[in-house]
């Protein structure tokens, strides 16, 4: 799913900087990459191993309560608060429906095309079992995969390269406050369902699980604000929520939305988007995500039960179903849970080897398939070697099953097994991960040979690991589960044999449960949200103790070894992510040294030519402004009176709002919320606007637009309290001042993630403009 | 449960302020009681419709980060960090372990207890059923139940009054960062197990889950802060967690391990005290809170397998336990939706009638049975009431069924029916709530006639209304599933007649549940963490869908005529109780307006005779004072350098901090962050402290004990800004400057609690000094 692959995706697109700009954040593993960019780079970059970039902007969850803002919540009755609060329920009720039929479209989609090919593929083995033609087979089986991949790689790479992968680093980082370019817009989401529809269907090893995380959210993003810039139609609805803060929420829901469709799991969905994202938890929000996630899993149940010729019967309530499993035959025992935590903690081994095969995988592929022609290539080819690899371990492998009366396999393939047998290693590879990972959950004991279950797991693992950061879109849920569940299954075979107990060699589907979530929780180290997730897409809260002591043992034993798939590719991505808390030994820092000075501030009535001035400065590209009030003497820092954002002071300069320096009682063009909102939020650059040499003297007054009452801390304020402030209110500047209130300096984003807990305590990255 | 006639013990002792003083707190009805009021304070109270007690305390969640702290900080390297997070991780598990190990006590001594009780009532029913003097039946009942509850009133009201009710509302005050006198005391912990073992004992309306909440968080209390102040025993052990913010995270998991081992319920516990409590989720946390309720759940469960002699067979995870739900034939369809729904309104209405109904009780209660005798007066009249009202329904219902071979009463009554056969109203009343509950979900159609579900749902209503506020310790929540379970399964039968289906009439106990959800959901109005619970307590994910409707109908409806049970509840006790947001139309406040102002502030060095006495001036009872540095000019404020608490001033003053005027560079006694400690959290009063003359004359310097950087805001700051401030860090003290840095106000917690929205927009509570 090539997040990284896509590094020149999330900071900016390709064709903005060009293909032949090295990769730098690529630069983890030593001296041939140092060499590398001292090369290109020799100054800027002094030490390369680090590196935090700066192309990154902060989304702003502090609002901006100037005098336009105030005036207008004044005038704002309760009556109208109460109606923005129904506005809230109905946006969310539409970003759950919204998310729900998507999640029906690729569901159904991807069920018809898959099965076009299986029917196909399986008519021509048929036919040339007895010829003795397989390799043909084999070549239109892996034609077809190719086929597929190709077009989902090619609309991904050429068109939005922000849909590739899975979505969820890119989630994670905004709902943390960073601004990933381009990843909520329409386009992004018409790429994202077809990449997935096509590299599912295209037989790779992957989910169509974690892009719904991504979809909710471009749907929520787009409902909320009542307009889609992409289309050019605005709805003129719902223009109160035009804000980074309010449009957070919705994405939170659309988030949560999303995990519902996506494992029927909306208390999972919940937590998902509140483990990911909130830092403050409010329970109407945390209600109203609930309620999103709850529309989203009705709505495709609903339609799903329809399509299924079963109206009322709502029994698929996600795209992923575990099935059924049957609480009788399938309560543990006490003496199992050592059992499940040597799983957990094998889960978490595997899970720290897959990450680090991905990483160093990624880090070659940011270095050499960085061109899009090559991604789509290299995603072909990767559709073609697991068409190959599954085909070979089909045909070599001669474990044939008798063909029960009840049998659940779609297409079950004799090959040159006798009648009325099917081989069972085509019920691993000739079918959509989903199901393998059903079957393997769910056949009886005995339907799987120990050396098929041991091969299957071995290939389908590291073909996951090859296929997570191509340039398709794709989630690493369902392949992580079906490795897990394989060698789950195994190991409970394995331990039935050992230890001769009926009981375990009964319920070989309870291993592969376990086995799953280990692998799951080894590769992605969610906590609670992902024991949720299992439980409620497992339908039985019977699991719930062994699968929160799997998971707990999977991420402590793997994050001894190294990080989370997705916090890996946000790494690698340079993204100034901030954590939840600072670094414990953090505290001998106070803010006066990681803040950033000096300040470039303005004067609360500015002339226009300076501010035109500042902010196009292309080497500073500074966001927020203190303003001061006016100090005689030049040097001395100015007290803080307020603060201003680049997009505010675009706005007016847009408008015009200047007054003349000889008479500035002169009447101002009165500016509204509104103005501010329509611009919101793609503000257009300070090139786009033109002012001309009578304008740059006049004057502008800064004073009704700025935020009057900024947060502030103390030069002497420790590191960990400034970031427990500026994390738990979502800010995006803070501001630092002495004790006559004058500003000494500005803490932003960068600032605050630049520091954090190495191998031998606290380190600080480098800053990079990339 | 007595929460409100408890007024008098949630502010401070019954025997400290007398029985004679007017509780001021039930004033919400009225001229008669207007008059009171006046008669007694006529000065103080000049609207006395909505108070606000100035007695409540706020805990402090923001470390004070003064020097002593930074140095430690600074000297503890990576190592002492993480065997701090290990330390945690250590009293989170032994939270969980003794939390499990008292809910396992009271689960055994309950069942015990009401064994013996039910036995010798049975045998004397059966006794005289054919002689006709049943009489002798009822009183011997009556008796035994009045003599169980009285020696668990007399418990409550005599030792620790704090310990009656559930103790739910208190927690969430606790968690919400205000001090509720001794409630997380050792001996609060004894009485209310033992209460709460009494009570159920005595056949009560109530139920023994909600106190675990309570017992939970004592353990919490205790354990993480390594020594009992009332045993007098300190382990040494855990010092470091000795302060507020600590202490609350702790009794979150506590609270959360009280949750997960009352219902079964881990993911429950946790998202309950989420949404009670924690302001700011921070993911460690979180997981730890989860480990605490994992293993709470655990060691109910294993020990309760021992006890049932069933070792290893894990299927009691909580003390309630819906039973096992088959899945397949409680499949709900689409068309039962809309019923669902009516179900939940029906719940939103019955739940407003109990909470309006208890709310007038509770103002009777606080008005006229203050006293411990009253009191227990009471309990033994409902007690003995509860066994009466239960007798007569027994016997004049003839509500016979047959005995089949696979019955799951224990004690079924014969009575008057032929041999074979059984009183089916007495397996509604003859058990402990827990099991009639169970039996409403899981009898077989038919079980129940609809008059007796009727009667008996009359009954036990208005008997649960009477009995919650009772001063014994008991919860509410099994009564309220018990009144919906029957009323749900009325609902269900007169469903199946009127729309003559048989998918209905098959499944009353479907409608049982959704029936008990709804009364429940519109009794205490939870939201998410309630649907967790039912769905983890039903063990069944099928129901999530259809709970979550009903909550969130109950909760909609029930929020139209009255708040939540626990809400009024600390309303009635004018608990400065905040919110998550400020008032929506607040925005034209600002902190000016709302700040408490002038303030008593300190200098760097001051005088130790002015600390004293200020300390000493009880008109005030400052707990916070802003420290700055020293103006010339007499009335100007001066500039805030730092701000110190009582708490710690008080330690310097028993330490002797001073130096003398003359010679400043004079040996200080070093005091350590260890001092301050040791005396957390209760600290001694001023009175206690002997100051001479002489050391009066000497001179304290604060620099190194106040907090040198405390969260400041400028006057004009909007208060939905203030409040966004203060919630998010869980503040006590925020500092209202001048744009000079120089402190005009102080805002604390009742400055902000003080606004709420009323039906006609903002409200301000008016203080009082009760």
Known sequence: MANIAKKVSWSGRGDDRGESTPLLNGTEDGKYNRQDIVRSRPKEIPHNEKLLSLKFESLDYDNSEN??????????????????????????????????????????????????????????????????????????????????????????????????????PQIKCYLNGVKIPRVVRLKTL?????????????????????????????????????????????????????????????????????VSAAFGAPVGGVLFSLEEGASFWNQMLTWRIFFASMVSSFTLNFFLSIYHEKPGDLSSPGLINFGRFDTDSLQYNL????????????????????????????????????????????????????ATVSFAMIYFSNDCKPLGQDHTEEYPLQLFCADGEYNSMATAFFNTPERSVRSLFHNPPGTYNPVTLGVFALAYFLLAVWTYGLTVSAGVFIPSLLIGAAWGRLFGILMSVIARSSSISANPGKYALIGAAAQLGGIVRMTLSLTVILVEATGNVTYGFPIMLVLMTAKIVGDYFVEGLYDIHIKLQSVPFLHWEAPATSHWLTAREVMSSPVTCFNRVEKVGTIVDVLSNTSTNHNGFPVVTHTTVHDEPGKICGLILRSQLIVLLKHKVFVERASSRLIQRKLQLKDFRDAYPRFPPIQSIHVSQ????????????????????????????????????????????????????????????RYHMGKDGLEELHLAQM
Chains 1, 2 share one sequence.
């Open 190 to 258: 018409v790429v994202k369902v077809f990449g997935v529809i096509c590299s599912v269907a295209g037989g790779l090893a992957v989910g169509k699980e974690g892009p719904m995380i991504h979809s909710g959210a471009v749907v929520a993003a787009g409902v909320s604000q009542g307009r889609s810039t992409s289309l050019k139609k605005d709805f003129k609805m719902f223009e109160y929520f035009r804000r980074d803060t309010e449009k957070r929420d919705f994405v939170s829901a659309g988030a949560a939305a999303g």
């Open 335 to 386: 003496y199992e849970i050592p059992l499940f935590i040597i799983m957990g903690a094998l889960g978490g081994i595997l899970g720290a080897l897959f990450n680090l095969l991905n990483n160093w995988l990624t880090i070659f592929r940011i270095r050499y398939i960085h061109r899009p022609c090559l991604q789509v290539m290299e995603a072909m080819l990767v559709a073609a070697v697991t």
């Open 67 to 168: 005098q336009l803002f105030l005036e207008e919540e004044r005038r704002m009755s309760h009556m109208s608060f109460r109606c923005l609060e129904i506005n809230r329920w109905v946006i969310c009720g539409l970003i759950g429906f919204f998310t729900g039929l998507i999640a029906c479209m690729i569901d159904i989609a991807v069920e018809r095309l898959a099965g076009y090919k299986y029917f196909a593929v399986k008519q021509n083995i048929e036919k040339f079992t007895e010829f003795g033609g397989l390799s043909i087979s084999l070549i239109l089986w892996a034609v077809l995969n190719s086929a597929f991949v190709m077009v989902g790689a090619i609309a991904v790479a050429f068109i939005e390269p922000i849909a590739a992968g899975s979505g969820i």
């Open 694 to 753: 009578d304008e740059r003297e006049c004057m502008m007054d800064l004073t009704e637009f700025m935020n009057p009452t900024p947060y502030t801390v103390p030069q002497e304020t420790s590191l960990p309290r400034v970031f427990k402030l500026f994390r738990a209110l979502g800010l995006r500047h803070l501001v630092v001042v002495d004790n006559e209130n004058r500003v000494v300096g500005l803490v932003t984003r960068k600032d605050l993630a």
